[in-house]
């Protein structure tokens, strides 16, 4: 079972959710510093942390998400259903070179627009197909843009997007890999001036390992694996000129549970956080 707390940036909540906070949040961290000379970084650590936290967050969703689709071989239909994009309805879905491919496009009313775009494909003796039946492995494609309507006021926009493959449907623990982009530009415009937070995630997931459970996948929690994610953040406030850091956290489970490695210029940390339960 997946924290409460944390959100699916893949659309499964509202995009006024999404708006309000970004990626999401995760459960409370507990940060161990290791001393370093680090130039005044780590005064960003809390905030860099959170983002990654809440980013981690909406992969194990997206992979969730991918089990789910699985969950419907064996009920026998290979439906795709709506395990990617929750309570917004495809406006069509087609079968295109053995992907099934499904859009959405939703306006939100003095929001912004979100597009969603799904592609998956089943693995069978080594060949694709949009047949789940005797399926062993699974390829999912995922695309979610949310752009706001007004950029004079403050407004979150979101680009994620993720490609991943999935080894093992048909038997009792399912292997993750593959990558997860997102691009998330945050205006906040308040009476004291306007700040500025862009945030890139590069992330590279490995050997993530999620069990069935009874007979059925109900969530994508990672026993074991690791995610490397390599972010970008560009601060500024006013005109001024954006500060610009990187960093480097690899992450890695052991029954939801994790520990996140950082490094930044001169600065060596580690904190752990429980991102879900099995």
């Known amino acids: 079972m997946r924290s409460s707390k944390s959100l699916f940036l893949a659309g499964c ?16 961290v507990t940060t161990t510093v290791i001393p370093e000379e680090d130039n005044g970084i780590e005064s960003r650590l809390e905030e860099v942390s959170s983002q990654v936290n809440a980013h981690i967050d909406s992969v194990i969703a997206v992979v969730e ?22 309570s917004v309805l495809p406006d069509s879905t087609m079968d295109d070179n053995n992907w099934i491919v499904s859009w959405a496009t939703d306006l939100q009313a003095g ?4 597009n969603i775009v799904d592609s998956l494909t089943y693995i069978v003796g ?8 005797d399926a062993t492995e699974m390829h999912v ?3 979610y843009n949310y752009t706001s309507s007004d950029s004079t006021v ?3 926009d979101i680009d994620n997007n993720g490609n991943l493959h999935f080894d093992g449907i048909d038997g009792n623990t399912a292997t993750v890999n ?3 982009r997102s691009v998330v530009i945050d205006k906040d415009v308040s009476t004291s001036g306007t700040i500025w937070n862009d945030w890139t995630l590069e992330t590279s997931v490995s050997n993530l390992a999620v069990t069935k459970s009874s007979s059925s996948w109900t969530n994508g929690c990672p026993e074991t694996g690791t995610a490397v994610i390599s972010v970008e953040h560009r601060y500024a406030e006013n005109l001024d000129v954006p500060v610009t850091t990187n960093w480097e956290m690899t992450v890695t489970f052991t029954n939801g549970n994790a520990v996140v490695d950082v490094v930044t210029g001169q600065l060596s940390t580690s904190y752990e956080n429980s991102f879900c339960t099995p």
């Open 13 to 28: 909540l509202t995009v006024l959710a999404l708006v309000l906070v970004g990626f999401g949040c995760s459960d409370d």
């Open 65 to 86: 998400s991918g089990l789910r689709v699985a969950t419907f071989i064996d009920i026998g239909t290979g439906d795709i259903g709506g395990a990617f994009m929750g």
């Open 111 to 114: 929001l912004g627009t979100l």
């Open 126 to 133: 080594g060949a694709l197909s949009v047949n789940a039946k």
């Open 141 to 143: 494609k995922h695309n």
């Open 154 to 156: 403050s407004f979150t």
């Open 178 to 180: 593959g990558t997860v």
